[in-house]
């Protein structure tokens, strides 16, 4: 008897599920076509069935901890299943990378997860979600990318859930990669040469109760101090994207002394990588090569999870909870 394999598709909503006015690329509703109709079109390889579970369905923008809790609770539960081969998130664009980073840190991968979405709604001209989730579903079949950990694929890029990046607001190729060559997907063959993604350090963390909020404060020539303690006062820590090398005003300085939130220094540069040498003040702690988005993840984790000031320190210094720094 044939040995079926089963691609799980758990669905958020996003661009990849808009619809608007047939042909037109802007002006329409994200998460509005159901996974039924996404998947109807596609041609699913031999063997191989589907099996889809709705998540939530919106706009990535909207996505909060308890889309995160039921998305990771699916995921974890999905690992356990012998009859799924791998496992496909559609996802929408704006945010891909947050989930994409916190799943990174919570999920032990033992089979391959992979996340998509698309630029073009569903029903536009040239809409590029099909072509992803077909490739999305390649690489979920594709049993040695499970041990790099969380995957993302955009346009036949794949991406590392640590480096992956949206650079543009539109066009299909608005990824990168901020660490790694990406991988690539030619029809059915998978090219990566990533490093092994190893134990996430919060696989058994429970995202049941919702996470600490940790705004970024984007740090500008000017800009008034008392943001920072605005936010402070509405939050359980603080990332700043500072200037340059993670620097900010000395105004920023004087606020930063005060609070007794943990801080962490990152760069608006987009290119960067903050070390303790660099940082303005001891009290801070530096974001390493992780952007402003990716080092708030990591620290509403930690904070999530009970690490004291020192923790977080020996978090962010470790390799940033990941296993792609060496
Ligand atoms: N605003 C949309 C979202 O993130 C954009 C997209 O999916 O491309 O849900």
Known sequence: MENRKTILILTTGGTIAGKGVPGDITGYTPGAVTAGDLLGGLTVPSGVSLETVEVCSKNSDDIDCGDWHKLLTE?????ERS????MVVLHGTDTMEETAFLLSLTLEVKKPVVITGSMR??????ADGPLNIKNAMTL????????????????GGVYTAHGVTKRAS????AFEDEFYTPGRIFDDEVYLDFPDAGEPVFKDLDLSFPLPGV???????GSDPKLLSLAAGISGGLVIAGAGAGEYSEGFGKVIEELSIPVVISSRTGRSYITEKMLLSERTVPAGALSPVKAAILLR???????????????FESG??????H
């Open 170 to 173: 539109y066009g299909s190729d």
């Open 301 to 315: 984790l930690a904070i999530h999870a009970g690490y004291d000031a020192q923790g977080i320190r020996e978090l």
């Open 215 to 221: 705004p970024v404060v984007y740090f500008t020539a």
């Open 320 to 325: 940033h909870g990941t296993a792609f720094n």
């Open 75 to 79: 995921l974890r539960s999905g690992m």
């Open 83 to 86: 009859d799924i081969a791998g």
């Open 121 to 126: 709604p569903s029903t536009a001209i040239s």
């Open 140 to 155: 979920a079949l594709c049993e040695k990318a499970a041990r790099c950990g969380v995957l993302v694929t955009m346009d």
